[in-house]
């Protein structure tokens, strides 16, 4: 069981290249999250999906998009990437669970991106 | 707006329990505490949660107090792989997107 996989682990793009990474779940959970982690700070919650075909933004969503191709993947796409966009980026997912207070998430192991 | 406060730092001998304390003081009557683990460069990893009741798994215990408003995680018998920071983490953040909120957290050395 590989649980949250994503691809690639490691990435250098030149300012105004695009690139897209990839996060796919084999745990039929309905909902995946992209967040980003700079060095020595928690994670920040860049655009998630409550389940297959919607997205919403999260906190610190400008210069990405994001695009739930079916219920096992949730791609992350920079369009034009800027040095403050080097960063670790996991995905994560989790089940729906009936309490709206409970939400175990599981994470992939990241995607290091360095924009030069 | 911090919702849990944990030490910065802890020491444990190999071979020995880790008892790591969480203070959620604010903490709402329906909120869950979750317990999650980071190991250097890698992936945020689910350790454990509970609502009320003290917890077990084959990872650690959850021993939340009798008001709630604190919590301790406990590994019984540290290793060195558990070498990581421990983030204790109360509710979600706003909105609706149910993300959790990942604070400073406890970097836990485990010493030979």
């Known amino acids: 069981n590989a649980g949250v996989t994503q691809t690639p682990k490691f990435q250098v793009l030149k300012t105004g290249q695009s690139m897209t990474l990839q996060c796919a779940q084999d745990?039929?959970?309905?909902?995946m999250y992209w967040y980003r982690q700079d060095p020595g700070m928690g994670l920040r919650l860049i655009y998630y999906?409550?389940?297959?075909?919607?997205?919403d933004k999260g906190e610190v969503p400008n210069g990405y998009n994001v695009s739930r191709l079916n219920k096992r993947e949730f791609s992350l796409r920079l369009e034009s990437a800027a040095p403050s966009q080097t960063s670790v980026y996991f995905c994560?997912?989790?089940?729906?669970?009936?309490?709206?207070?409970?939400?175990?998430?599981?994470f992939g192991a990241g995607t290091r991106l360095s924009v030069l | 707006d911090a919702k849990t406060t944990q030490p910065p730092s802890m020491d444990c001998a190999e071979g020995r329990a880790a008892n790591l304390p969480c203070n959620h003081s604010?903490?709402?009557?329906?909120?869950?505490v979750y317990w999650y683990r980071q190991i250097h460069s890698q992936g945020p990893q689910y350790i454990i949660h509970?609502?009320?009741n003290n917890e077990t798994n084959e990872m650690a215990s959850l021993i939340i107090t009798e008001d709630r408003k604190s919590s301790t995680l406990i590994l019984p018998h540290a290793t060195l792989r558990d070498t990581a920071v421990y983030y204790c983490?109360?509710?979600f953040g706003s909105g609706s997107a149910r993300q959790l909120t990942f604070g400073s957290g406890t970097q836990l050395t485990v010493l030979p």
């Open positions: 994560a997912s989790s089940e729906v669970d009936r309490s709206p207070n409970k939400n175990i998430q599981y």
């Open positions: 745990m039929n959970h309905n909902s």
């Open positions: 999906s409550a389940s297959e075909g919607t997205t």
């Open positions: 604010t903490i709402s009557g329906n909120e869950y």
């Open positions: 509970g609502l009320k």
């Open positions: 983490i109360v509710g």
